[in-house]
């Protein structure tokens, strides 16, 4: 493995020098490097290429957020961390498009360097430059453009209900990524992940919202024209129905309130690389999609042999960066090929890949797909075998109370 | 169109015999012509010779006809004299002459006079000239006043008419017209009932009949009337009958003055007393009436009643000065009234109520005149709620720009407080490395051979070793760098409950941990309560968020932990003893509770009830504005739909049990 290359940017050079002692002993896996200004980091990005840059937010000349845009422009693939004992709630809201993610002065040196070691987790699986690229220049995801302008209309209210907000966050998948990204930021200051999109809109408030979907156009819709072949409703449909299934098996299960939210965040955005794909990679996806379809595979195996990754991983590693909870990006990771060697008992990669063929096997579109097996070997080694039956029932409830309910 | 029928003469006229001047330079002629005069029946007005004498005559004492002769000496003839008589003074004149001659006959007719008789003159002829002169003057008087009576009928400014017994018009004058907005020919086919308002028709035809039953000559009535674009009108009417000789009534005259001008400034002057004091209620204004000279309430309105919370009989007569009014500081205040200097405007008092209670208010004295003795009206405005509203006002500045401070100075805090982190981080592994790296020389040094080979310089080592107590440093350097770091993490808690505490984000409600809300503020008010208590809480780990303002709710914990820390402050005072303060938080249904107990003085049972009430304060001056717990009842009742209880015992502490709904959506949901 490569070592990563990190550059730090502080306008204080005892900061920089601290980090510079505290983080020695990573020396093994980092080569570090530290700018006192923006023209310094960008002066060095040009010179050598860096994995990761960790900027403070307020410094002379060129601020945190300036320096990160330029960064994004001009060298898209690297992963951009701010570091700020700044809290001004506009300009951190600012840097939410900028920032993969969000630490606050003081930070732990433990906390650093894990964000830095969960954000370049799984950098080194994408063989396809590109595609990592991509991925890194990404600063939101596009909702569904029924769910988009009902949330506007909502918006514009005279006074919006936070529950109904909530409730369309958390229908839609790129909407839920971008909220749990800005959350779960250091910015806000809990203590603990939150990966429930209500709860999510619930602790922001009204104005907050607005300011991030109005002023900052957190949001966006989908664009169906430039993708005709694509059929959002269908992905989107898929990702919310896999996510009520987790969240059943987890219910089932018996797991606690915090639990059950990661197994439906995961579900619902199980699928959230194959949205990336099909937003920044229209026509050799619509090839990828339509060659499946033709020869019968799994659309997952023909990712790889285009992108040189699938979507499962692609999409983990943005949700990585965008620092939601570990177990959930492993779930995402894992759903198609869970681990040979997993955790016994319940997890929330568990739920999501059951969840995930469950769908595929209740909810057929078309006879033509290919199917998505559970893996029986998998849910052996976790012990949880004997419950399939249990979660296959309680999922076809369900289902129906939904399409009742509809 | 209406002809004017001649007033008909009234039956007094015409029986008192005619006065005749003769004017006549010929005794004999003049005696002969009074004498034929008398036989007729007329009075001589006298005998003149000349026209000097006989315009002296006519202007002592107006005659009814003059008898003249043409020829009379003097510089005037006879026919000038006729023609100033005849014009200059409007009395007819009979002409007698002896001429024939047509040049003078012709010139005494230009002149026009009532009659023309040639001498000697006939006896019969005489009468009949007479009486057609005086017949045709008589006619004349009449169309001259019935010319007199229409040009002022209808240049009246009032509107006249003449109304038949049935009540159609008769006639109707131009301002008549006007006034109703109908034409003349309109109104002819009217009845003064159709243009009464229906509400006055009554009193109108009672008018009527009385008038015509010969019940009063005149009759006078404020009516309405109704226009013919359907507005209204107030007129004066008067109505007096037209009698015939007969003393029959054929038409009654019918004066209509437009009064709407002054009803309607009437009717204003109603309105604006009325709406004067529906604005003094509105707004809710006490009134005094003051008698300047003994200082005595005279009179009070119902909201003074209410402010003072005495029935206006127990007001009345008492000095407005023994009413209880302290300055804005709350001081007692000797002048209370300031009559001296008459005018008091807008001045911010306190007034201590009977029962205790103290209240805000504005106080406005001015001068005036009632009944037509000179008093003073003093005007109180109860400001409580103003005062609430600067007070949420103020406290709401302070915790921005303390807000502002804050996170400005845990940015500049944070800073160092990373770097020093950071190095005592390093330190940390740099020493655990070092002690490596020396465990090994010393492990090394340990070894005979090596001891062997050093010699002196080992020694130089050992000293060393115990000049700088190696043991010691093994056993202090790690544990000072770690309790260093401690330090630091604890500055950095307490900078992030600062922020957290006074930087909560608007003035919107949003979902708040209320656990995390009271940890921060126990930090925060560490100072506060450290020396004189313990602070233990007992937070529902299940407790779900509450949708509320986080910075007000801040100040509601921070105000009653404070007040807890006050009252055990009282008790532990000069102690080494400290009290102890619990916070518990549970959920109850839809509510969330907050419970604050304290081991402190405890309430005594007269002050429950005025806790809450602004100024009221028993702590000494300097340590407590009596503002908090009004506070902390505004935030909690007032913005949250929430409860206070309060639960105390002297001597044993208080508890506070601050109930709020868990509100946000679980409460707008029936509303969609």
New interface residues.
Partial sequence: MNKKRILFVDD?Q??L???R??L??MRGQWEMQFATSGNAALDILQASPQDVIVADM?MPGMDGVTLLDEVRTRHPGVIRLILS?????NTALKSVRHAHQFL??????EELMAAIARATTFQDIFSNEAVRTVVARIETLPSLPRTYLELMRELRREEP????IGELVNQDVGMSANILKLVNSAFF?LRTHVSSPV?AV???????IKALIISLHLFSRFNMDRFPGFSLELLWKHSLTTGLFAKTIAQIEGRRPPEIDDCFISGLLHDVGKLLLAANFEESYQEVLARSRAERRTVHDMEREAFAASHAEIGAYLLGLWGLPENVVMAIFGHHTPPSAPTPGFSTLLAVHAANSLEHELVVLNADYAPHPMDTAFLQTAAMDHRIEVWRKACARRLTEELHLE | MYTFPPVPPRPAEGMAPKRVLIVEDDPVSAQVMAKRLDLLGFLSAGIAQDADRALAMIQEHPPDLVLQDIRIPGDMDGIDLCDVIQRRHRIPVILVTAFTQEEITTRAAAVNPYGLLYKPVDFSQLRVAMETALRKRAEEDLQESSERFRSTFEQAAVGMCHVLPDGRFLRVNEQLCRLLGYSRQELAECAIRDVTFQDDQEMADDAMRNILLGHTETHTLEKRLRRKDGTMVWGLVTLSPAREASGNIPYIIVVIQDVTHSHRAAEELRESEETLRKILHGIRAAIFIIDPATTCILDANAIAEDLIGLPKDALRGASCCTLGWQDKRGQPMSDNCRFSDGALIDVEMRLKKPDGRIVPVIKTVIPGMRRGVSVYYEIVFDITERKALERRLSIAQKLESVGELAAGVAHEINTPIQYIGDNLHYLQSAYADLRRVLDAALAALALPTVRHAAGEALRDVDRARTDADLDFLTEEVPKSLEQSLEGVERVASIVRAMKKFSHPGGEEKTAVDINKAVENTVLVARNEWKYVADVDTDLDPELPTVHCLPGDFNQVILNVLINAAHAIGDVVRDTPAKGRITITTRREGDMVRLSISDTGTGIPEGHREKIFDPFFTTKEVGRGTGQGLAIVHDIVVEKHDGTIDVESEVGRGTTVHIRIPLGGDRKTEGQR
């Fill in positions: 204080e005892h900061v020098d601290a980090l002692r505290m020695h002993g307020r004992g700044h809290s001004d709630t606050l002065k003081p930070c732990k040196a209900s936070l529950r109904v200051g709860h619930n602790l922001l408030g009204t104005e907050i």
